[in-house]
């Protein structure tokens, strides 16, 4: 998946309608700085812009190297044949063509922001949702953080579910480690009565381990359970918070571990 800014869509069109007005010959402009702006906009849409059209990269690539060669590059005091005009004109007018004809048909959709994240990050950035937090969460689960956010961006709340709470299993079984505690993969309840019986856990990672009782991934793998819109927010909220209070704690149990033993 790949964004597309549709402002150099809208300005592709514009400019390619200016520079075939300054040919037939409307009220003169800048034509080699127009150009110029142009023959940018026609590259930098082929390179990094592109959505399947039924026209090639190198439709783009030629009609730039076409008007470099013939504006950008023309000596100066040396005037266009009319032939040279029509013939760039042809190759104006087919580009226009495609973009009027299928731009309104390409399928490029609008992704609200998810409970005050917008698309680019949940689609490409998720990591981001933990703040401070983000470097040390997606070393441990960095994958389905991903799909998570992915998940979350087009409102598949369940699937969402399903990998924030796969992501938060690993963070918990990393936690459980850091505390000295080796518990075999099973039950996200065996999970939480491990972690209720770790010293030292303070009062504010209790009440985020608190929270995660009101989930189990297990529920999510089957249609017993599907997650609404309000309940993907609150599990996010949960999740989010004790995550992020783990890894925070996983940092400071293994900087005050003996060397050896982080």
């Given at each position: 998946?790949?964004?597309?800014?549709?402002?150099?869509?809208?300005?592709?069109?514009?400019?390619?309608?200016?520079?075939?007005?300054?040919?037939?010959?409307?009220?003169?402009?800048?034509?080699?700085?127009?150009?110029?702006?142009?023959?940018?906009?026609?590259?930098?849409?082929?390179?990094?812009?592109?959505?399947?059209?039924?026209?090639?990269?190198?439709?783009?690539?030629?009609?730039?190297?076409?008007?470099?060669?013939?504006?950008?590059?023309?000596?100066?005091?040396?005037?266009?044949?009319?032939?040279?005009?029509?013939?760039?004109?042809?190759?104006?007018?087919?580009?226009?063509?495609?973009?009027?004809?299928?731009?309104?048909?390409?399928?490029?959709?609008?992704?609200?922001?998810?409970?005050?994240?917008?698309?680019?990050?949940?689609?490409?950035?998720?990591?981001?949702?933990?703040?401070?937090?983000?470097?040390?969460?997606?070393?441990?689960?960095?994958?389905?953080?991903?799909?998570?956010?992915?998940?979350?961006?087009?409102?598949?709340?369940?699937?969402?579910?399903?990998?924030?709470?796969?992501?938060?299993?690993?963070?918990?079984?990393?936690?459980?480690?850091?505390?000295?505690?080796?518990?075999?993969?099973?039950?996200?309840?065996?999970?939480?009565?491990?972690?209720?019986?770790?010293?030292?856990v303070s009062r504010q990672m209790k009440?985020?381990?608190?929270?995660?009782?009101?989930?189990?991934?297990?529920?999510l793998m089957h249609p017993a359970r599907?997650?609404?819109?309000?309940?993907?927010?609150?599990?996010?909220?949960?999740?989010?918070?004790?995550?992020r209070d783990m890894v925070t704690d996983?940092?400071?149990?293994?900087?005050?571990?003996?060397?050896?033993?982080?």
């Open positions: 998946m790949q964004q597309v800014n549709a402002y150099w869509l809208y300005e592709l069109g514009e400019l390619l309608g200016r520079v075939r007005g300054v040919l037939i010959g409307e009220p003169d402009e800048d034509i080699v700085g127009l150009v110029s702006i142009t023959i940018y906009s026609l590259r930098y849409f082929a390179d990094d812009q592109w959505v399947p059209l039924r026209i090639t990269k190198e439709d783009f690539t030629h009609l730039a190297e076409a008007l470099h060669k013939t504006i950008t590059e023309k000596p100066p005091g040396i005037v266009l044949t009319s032939a040279t005009k029509r013939a760039l004109g042809h190759q104006l007018d087919a580009v226009r063509q495609v973009l009027s004809r299928e731009l309104p048909h390409t399928p490029m959709y609008y992704v609200p922001p998810r409970f005050g994240y917008v698309a680019p990050t949940l689609l490409e950035n998720a990591g981001q949702i933990f703040g401070t937090g983000e470097a040390d969460v997606m070393a441990i689960a960095g994958p389905d953080i991903s799909e998570a956010g992915r998940c979350l961006a087009f409102g598949l709340w369940t699937a969402f579910g399903f990998h924030f709470l796969r992501a938060c299993e690993l963070v918990i079984l990393e936690y459980l480690k850091a505390c000295g505690r080796e518990v075999r993969r099973g039950s996200w309840q065996n999970y939480l009565a491990a972690l209720g019986q770790v010293p030292g009440r985020a381990l608190d929270r995660l009782t009101r989930w189990d991934r297990d529920e599907t997650l609404t819109e309000p309940e993907a927010e609150s599990l996010l909220d949960d999740i989010k918070a004790a995550m996983i940092r400071m149990r293994r900087a005050a571990a003996p060397p050896g033993q982080e």
